[in-house]
């Protein structure tokens, strides 16, 4: 195999970077619609609502979610959502126009409505059909749908976070047990025998050099982590995962208020689960963004003391040691290979 082969086989992704990247896609592909659904302002729109009856099948069906744009001028042939007497709005289609007031059809519906719908009423035009999503919010607005849904996650999320800590650890020991030399001692140590040359002194201290830079790259490229006390009972701790932890609280502190905003604004009183995720949300949220503060501020004077120790470890390098230059009266060899001698003619006579 050429070089070249193994250059391009080396920057070939792996089969596990693969699945990363299409494990994240398939991510984004199902949280997007549901982000759509909660904050319709994110594509310029304002309302969201799960459609519940077939009157404008085909084109929307139940359990399809509709976002509404109250700033987009409506006419014939538009699909609106209006509001009625009842706290459920309509979604149908204008079919004409009676005395400035729309009159509203059901695609799926043989009849007109019966009430025309003033212009007051219209909430906006229909911009976007998101289909079948809007089974999984109602269900999610069921207890067992939030406890699934919310609550499950959260409690993999933080099993597959103690794993991890878990298998750091392990892994830890098994490198600190392997570890049992150190070049710079050794080199150090034969120092301290005197049963040294000229030219071991030099390799040694090329040595200690060379593995005085390794520790510094190693110390620029390691993950940053918050470590506790040296020993079994030692965790480290990734800040990537903190910061995951950490998002997922405040995706849950965001979904949990929204369910009790909407549950006071329409009923008048939250759902005590609602109630109690929000709580549990909150606290979760304090204590994530506490440790992930101090694992960063843990982190960086860590860095900090490696890089005075690593410049305060150079200083003390022995120097190269010399003969302090050719003494007086020493022979010393010349181009054509002979000496020169120093010694003074006229002393010898």
Same mark, same amino acid.
């Given at each position: 195999?050429?070089?070249? /082969?193994?250059?391009? #086989?080396?920057? @070939? ?12 896609? &398939? ?47 409506? $006419? ?19 079919? $004409? ?8 059809? $059901? ?21 976007? /059909?998101?289909?079948?999503? +809007?089974?999984?919010? !109602?269900? @999610? ?12 996650? !959260?409690?993999? &999320?933080?099993?597959?976070?103690? !794993? ?6 392990? +892994? ?13 001692? #050794? ?33 620029? /490229?390691?993950?940053?982590? @918050? ?18 932890? &950490? ?17 006071? /604004? ?16 909150? !606290? ?22 490696? #890089? ?21 009266? #020493? ?19």
């Amino acid at each position: 195999m050429s070089d070249r /082969t193994r250059r391009v #086989a080396a920057m @070939a992704p792996s089969p596990r970077q693969v699945g990363a990247v299409l494990g994240t896609l &398939l991510v984004i592909a199902v949280v997007v619609p549901f982000a759509v659904f909660a904050v319709p302002q994110v594509i310029g729109a304002d309302h969201g609502f799960v459609t519940l009856s077939g009157s404008m099948e085909p084109d929307i069906a139940p359990g399809d979610v509709v976002i509404v744009d109250a700033s987009a001028s409506v $006419g014939v042939g538009d699909v609106i959502t209006f509001s009625e007497d009842s706290d459920v709005p309509v979604t149908h289609r204008i079919v $004409g126009e009676q005395d400035g007031q729309w009159v509203t059809k $059901g695609d799926a519906n043989e009849d007109a409505d019966a009430r025309p719908v003033s212009p007051e009423n219209v909430l906006g035009r229909v911009v976007l /059909t998101i289909p079948l999503i +809007g089974h999984v919010i !109602l269900w @999610a607005n069921t207890p067992v749908g939030y406890v699934v849904l919310v609550l499950v996650p !959260l409690v993999l &999320l933080l099993a597959n976070e103690l !794993l991890s800590w878990a298998r750091a650890r392990d +892994g830890e020991e098994k490198a600190g047990g392997n570890d049992d030399s150190d070049p710079v001692a #050794a080199a150090e140590s034969e120092k301290k025998s005197g049963n040294r040359t000229d030219g071991d002194e030099r390799s040694d201290e090329d040595t200690m050099t060379q593995t005085r830079d390794s520790e510094s790259e190693v110390r620029s /490229t390691a993950p940053a982590t @918050a470590t506790g006390p040296a020993g079994p009972a030692s965790v480290t701790l990734a800040v990537a995962d903190l910061k995951l932890s &950490l998002l997922a609280s405040l995706a849950l502190v965001a979904y949990a208020a929204w369910n009790v905003y909407v549950e006071v /604004t329409t009923v008048g009183a939250p759902n005590p689960i609602s109630v109690g995720a929000l709580t549990a949300g909150l !606290l979760g949220l304090l204590f994530t963004g506490w440790v992930t503060a101090h694992a960063w501020y843990t982190t960086r004077n860590a860095r900090a003391a490696a #890089a005075a120790a690593d410049d305060a470890g150079r200083s003390d390098w022995p120097m190269p040691e010399t003969d302090g230059g050719v003494a007086s009266g #020493a022979s010393r060899t010349t181009a054509d290979g002979g000496a020169d001698d120093d010694t003074d003619p006229e002393a010898e006579r």
